[in-house]
């Protein structure tokens, strides 16, 4: 695995993301997709990250150019190990080796059967694959909450995409244990008062100042995804 994820690095540039990158054209889309964002820490000290699934303009993606899509992931997970690399680094000054993964909340509010078109799933697949496959071993937990009645249906067509790994993280809460759930891995100054917790960033309840809240993307945003002008 070591080795294929060297070849694929040289191969897709990954070094040179942050450094070289021509970054705008991600940046824009970053506002919009994904709907995620940083909270703080969890009970061990490792980063916790909140994706708000069911707010992604779905219908919006599968407008946009799928290689820069993929060019997309790439930019969003050199982002995520750079941060985890700097939270490495502070842990290492209080004496402790945490920092290489990270929690992730997924929450679905909002969620519907449009999630279920075929193209679309095999967009996301497409994408998380290039996650799964060269950035292994980063996920320490996955929580998902608030979970719509079609998500049997969901998890069924998506559960063969997962790494039998990745599936033993899952954790699948039901909506009236969000909060215990929640506060069990993670303090409430990092959760968001809308779910329970003690966050609040003086705008909203769902911290949107520094948890993206999705939105539909602009059709320049759209557009932007097919110019020529490199990555």
């Not at 909060?179 to 949107?208: M, Q």
Request: some cysteine; hydrophobic content about 40%.
């Amino acid at each position: 695995m070591l080795r294929s994820v060297l070849e694929w690095r040289q191969q897709s540039d990954a070094a040179n993301v942050l450094p070289r990158w021509e970054k705008r054209r991600h940046e824009k889309l970053d506002l919009h997709w994904k709907a995620l964002g940083r909270s703080g820490v969890d009970h061990e000290g490792d980063p916790v990250v909140f994706e708000r699934v069911g707010q992604n303009d779905f219908p919006g993606l599968l407008s946009c150019d799928p290689e820069f899509l993929k060019q997309h992931t790439i930019y969003n997970a050199e982002c995520v190990f750079a941060s985890l690399e700097l939270a490495r680094r502070e842990n290492l000054k209080k004496g402790s080796s945490r920092g290489f993964q990270f929690t992730v909340v997924v929450d679905m509010y909002g969620l519907d059967l449009g999630f279920m078109d075929r193209h679309l799933l095999g967009l996301l697949q497409t994408l998380g694959r290039v996650e799964s496959d060269n950035y292994p071993e980063a996920l320490k937990r996955i929580i998902v909450i608030r979970p719509p009645w079609i998500f049997p249906w969901i998890w069924r067509v998506c559960r063969p995409f997962l790494d039998q790994g990745t599936i033993e993280k899952v954790e699948v809460v039901d909506d009236n244990e969000t909060t215990e759930a929640l506060l069990r891995h993670i303090p409430a100054e990092s959760v968001p008062k809308a779910l329970g917790g003690k966050w609040f960033d003086g705008n909203d309840d769902y911290c949107s100042k520094f948890i993206v809240p999705g939105s539909i993307l602009p059709q320049e945003i759209i557009d932007m995804t097919f110019s020529s002008i490199k990555a």
